[in-house]
């Protein structure tokens, strides 16, 4: 049973910073491509940030600068340190498990992040 579980998110004012964490189970993890999307009330769900299975980091341009994805295959975590946050960062960040050779794709439940003074 695959499981993608999201830990971190909160409250913060802003130009503050958090760092979102991603638990993931029953996949090899090591072969998956890992993101954070997100998705804002009223909003389209968008892509914050992936990194591929090999380490290759890309992100959004709205958060480039801002936002770095990680991962540890040792621990099958991935990252999203979020510094410099603005209020319109405020969504439902979510976990993402990708590999397409075997036309796999998992979503946590969401971690809910608002920036508000």
């Known amino acids: 049973q695959v499981q993608l579980v999201e830990s971190g998110g909160g409250l913060v004012q802003p130009g503050g910073s958090l760092r979102l964490s991603c638990a993931a189970s029953g996949i090899i993890f090591s072969r998956f491509t890992m993101g954070w999307h997100r998705q804002a009330p009223g909003k389209q769900r968008e892509l914050v940030a992936i990194?591929?299975?090999?380490?290759?980091?890309s992100a959004a341009e709205a958060v480039k600068g801002r936002f770095t994805i990680s991962r540890d295959n040792v621990n099958n975590m991935v990252y999203l340190q979020m510094n410099s946050l603005k209020p319109e960062d405020t969504a439902v960040y979510y976990c993402?498990?990708?590999?397409?050779?075997?036309?796999?794709?998992?979503w946590g439940q969401g971690t809910q992040v608002t920036v508000s003074s």
């Open positions: 990194i591929t299975s090999g380490g290759i980091a």
């Open positions: 993402n498990a990708r590999r397409a050779e075997i036309r796999a794709d998992y």
